[in-house]
């Protein structure tokens, strides 16, 4: 099955996997773990992106990957 995703792998701590957890359960129950795991890092980007701390360039590829 052809796909334009790419995989990456993390290490987590085990505070932030609790955090995770807790995550799925509340508000991710019916998703997927990698759904959840995208949502994150999309508000992560957009949260550093609202900060300033992500050049122009990088906001414009990540807004039209987005979409």
């Known amino acids: ?11 987590a701590t085990p505070e932030m996997i609790k955090a995770a957890e807790e995550l799925k359960k509340c508000e991710f129950y019916n998703k997927t773990y990698a759904e959840m795991y995208r949502h994150i890092l999309l508000a992560g980007l957009d949260s550093m992106k609202a900060n300033s701390t992500l050049k122009v360039g990088v906001e414009n590829k990540i807004s039209a990957e987005a979409s």
Request: charged share 25%; proline share 9%; glycine share 0%.
């Open 1 to 11: 099955m052809p796909t334009d995703m790419k995989r990456f792998t993390i290490s």
